[in-house]
């Protein structure tokens, strides 16, 4: 395998980004992750397919990116760009990449500049599938992926949703913004291609805040919003996983590449929880169980009395999901992570409860956050101590719950078993 690349560019100089576009209808959406990339700052070089051009015109492209588009490795053929563009990216995305293009790159077909560029490229490749649920699910389909994945390309699972025309099924390209936040991860990480440390792993995620109701129309709830959650998924794909995300209660767009189980109660998060977790290499318990529930729920709005008075609601405890993955694990070698969002009392400081806790849950790895005031609820930043049962603790300063991720993550690769 030839490893020459051109030198990286220097500290400050803009990412250098190949768009590669293949002949979906899907072809339109790339046009705001193009746009994406431009505005923060990204050097990006669009290359389509001629059948990309059939749904979006090369016009359109060089206007959006700033740049001349061809399709051919005839055009400036003294600049050699069927291998000068792989050679200088820092990144080559494809979105959406066809079953043709995967058919092609798998099998190492160099019949246009885009997949002359695919061969050349020494940096991470990025590949969003978009097509019908029949070509996804297809035996020839599924291989290619395979072999792509073996060879280290990240080959983003397609959404589920409306397809062309009345279809709906696997097969959606993902939204643009979150194909672009797996695409930003992927290039802060730098590294070669095939740097995916979580590659043929499978985690499981859980996020947001669980509701018990009193009636119709109340409930028992948190103030979690599931944006560490949401950015431990993000990382996990980014890294190469394939990734369950329950998401409870969570108003957040998907993270690329997830698949996501909707919950509402705890005993919902707790059987989705368990039965992932059967499978998985990981399980990352951020999500905020409420501990208790009533002990009956009204079928009818409950009234205010005219005298004033306030109902007497009885309570009794949800299960502890974070001690049951962790004391009941399904497969040795599973790395269970729980969090704790303490406040500290007059029976202990913050990390005095947090190890209490991690004794008592049984967990590998603890992410311990001082919520005193409301702090990280709703923030985009959050701070933290990373408690393992080995007796470790790593403080992370504060930070983006992104960066938060990626610490986490990089213990967990620590502690899973040879794969």
């Given at each position: 395998m030839n490893d020459r690349r051109e030198a990286a560019p220097p500290s400050g100089a803009r990412p250098r980004v190949v768009l590669g576009v293949s002949g979906g209808i899907a072809a339109y959406k790339a046009c705001e992750l193009l746009r994406r990339f431009t505005e923060s700052g990204h050097d990006v070089t669009v290359v389509p397919t001629e059948a990309a051009l059939q749904f979006v015109g090369a016009p359109t492209w060089a206007a959006l990116s700033g740049k001349p588009v061809s399709t051919d490795v005839w055009t400036d053929v003294h600049e050699v760009p069927h291998v000068r563009l792989g050679?200088?990216?820092?990144?080559?995305?494809?979105?959406p990449a066809t079953a043709n293009l995967l058919a092609?790159?798998?099998h190492g077909v160099a019949d246009d500049l885009l997949t002359t560029t695919l061969l050349t490229a020494r940096c991470p490749v990025v590949l969003a599938p978009a097509m019908h649920t029949e070509m996804w699910e297809h035996a020839a389909t599924r291989a290619n992926v395979a072999t792509l994945?073996?060879?280290?390309?990240?080959?983003?699972?397609?959404?589920?949703?409306?397809l062309t025309g009345a279809d709906t099924g696997k097969g959606r390209l993902p939204e643009p913004g979150e194909i672009f936040e797996i695409c930003t991860q992927v290039l802060a990480r730098g590294g070669a291609a095939g740097d995916l440390d979580l590659a043929g792993r499978?985690?499981?995620?859980?996020?947001?805040?669980?509701?018990?109701?009193?009636?119709?129309?109340?409930?028992?709830?948190?103030?979690s919003s599931g944006l560490q959650g949401y950015a431990l998924a993000?990382?996990?794909?980014a890294r190469g996983a394939e990734v369950t995300l329950v998401s409870a209660n969570v108003a957040l767009p998907d993270p690329a590449g997830a698949k996501v189980v909707r919950v509402e109660t705890t005993g919902q998060l707790r059987d989705a929880v368990v039965g992932a977790a059967a499978g998985a290499d990981a399980v990352v318990m951020a999500a905020a169980p409420a501990d208790f529930r009533p002990t009956d729920v009204s079928t009818s709005k409950i009234k205010k009395a005219g005298?004033?008075?306030?109902?007497?609601?009885?309570?009794?405890?949800?299960?502890?999901?974070?001690?049951?993955?962790?004391?009941?694990?399904?497969?040795?070698?599973?790395?269970?992570?729980?969090?704790?969002?303490?406040?500290?009392?007059?029976?202990?400081?913050?990390?005095?409860l947090a190890r209490e806790k991690l004794a008592r849950k049984g967990c590998d790895l603890l992410v311990v956050n001082d919520v005193s005031g409301g702090a990280v609820f709703g923030s985009p930043?959050?701070?933290a101590v990373l408690l393992g049962a080995d007796g470790s603790a790593t403080e992370v300063p504060r930070g983006s719950k992104t960066a938060l991720a990626h610490v986490i993550w990089d213990a967990v690769v620590r502690r899973l078993p040879a794969g």
């Open positions: 050679q200088s990216a820092d990144l080559v995305v494809v979105a092609r790159a798998a994945r073996e060879r280290g390309v990240l080959v983003i699972e397609p959404a589920e949703g409306r499978h985690v499981v995620v859980s996020a947001g805040g669980t509701r018990e109701y009193l009636d119709p129309v109340r409930f028992l709830g948190n103030r993000r990382a996990a794909v005298d004033g008075s306030a109902p007497s609601i009885g309570l009794q405890q949800n299960p502890d999901i974070l001690h049951e993955i962790s004391t009941e694990r399904a497969r040795p070698g599973t790395v269970v992570v729980g969090f704790a969002a303490e406040t500290g009392d007059d029976t202990g400081s913050v990390l005095d930043d959050n701070q």
